[in-house]
T-cell receptor, first 122, second 115 residues
Framework: GAVVSQHPSWVICKSGTSVKIECRSL??????MFWYRQFPKQSLMLMAT?????????EQGVEKDKFLINHASLTLSTLTVTSAHPEDSSFYIC??????????????????FGPGTRLTVT | AQSVTQLGSHVSVSEGALVLLRCNYS??????LFWYVQYPNQGLQLLLK??????LVKGINGFEAEFKKSETSFHLTKPSAHMSDAAEYFC?????????????FGTGTRLTIIP
């Protein structure tokens, strides 16, 4: 259980175009999803937190108009990189978390990570 | 606010030798602590977690970690390294109070296993 998928696993796009990355929780409902980016040989940096049905909360320094996040359902969140530029090339990883007020199989607060999406902007 | 510091960006050990990856944390509330492993071009896999129960935590693949409040540490160990342990390891901290559930990652430690 607790599987999170991302699509696509890798994408190459031209500068100025937009790219959408999907994050899905396959076997549980995720009220909260997180988006991270990771530059080569560096750690994960939280970009934003998205809650189902509400606006995402962005970390300081992350442009919300550039990185559009939509958490339309309890199993799907999307990250759209708008007008992508080469400096946006990175590894994007999402994670999903069950509502902490729910009990059951999954540990409260634990995040389950997707396999990541490598974005290359040429 | 919370943070973690991983001492040593690169660690090399011989196959069969002890693995010790260091992590110190800072947190204004009792923390939850995690160790993750990342293989190249892949997401993160949870190795183990501390959530205020037993201070010695056993995880997958023979790894374990001990929470030491007095030292604010959560070092990761494995008695005998295997070639398949070569990867990047991240320590992460989360506040245990509601509303403070963001994961903050350390800078990572790349573990190399010498045959």
């Amino acid at each position: 259980g607790a599987v999170v998928s991302q699509h696509p696993s890798w994408v190459i796009c031209k500068s100025g175009t937009s790219v959408k990355i999907e994050c899905r929780s396959l076997d549980f409902q995720a009220t909260t999803m997180f988006w991270y980016r990771q530059f080569p040989k560096q750690s994960l940096m939280l970009m934003a937190t998205s809650n189902e049905g509400s606006k995402a909360t962005y970390e300081q320094g992350v442009e919300k108009d550039k990185f559009l996040i939509n958490h339309a359902s309890l199993t799907l969140s999307t990250l759209t990189v708008t007008s992508a530029h080469p400096e946006d090339s990175s590894f994007y990883i999402c994670s999903a978390r069950v509502d902490p007020l729910r009990t059951g199989v999954f540990l409260t607060y634990e995040q389950y990570f997707g396999p990541g999406t490598r974005l290359t902007v040429t | 606010a919370q943070s973690v510091t991983q001492l040593g960006s690169h660690v090399s050990v011989s196959e069969g030798a002890l693995v010790l990856l260091r992590c110190n944390y800072s947190s204004s509330v009792p923390p939850y602590l995690f160790w993750y492993v990342q293989y190249p071009n892949q997401g993160l896999q949870l190795l183990l977690k501390y959530t205020s129960a037993a201070t010695l935590v056993k995880g997958i693949n023979g790894f374990e970690a001990e929470f030491k409040k007095s030292e604010t540490s959560f070092h990761l160990t494995k008695p005998s390294a295997h070639m398949s342990d070569a990867a990047e390891y991240f320590c992460a901290v989360m506040g245990s109070n509601f509303g403070n559930e963001k994961l903050t990652f350390g800078t990572g430690t790349r573990l190399t296993i010498i045959p």
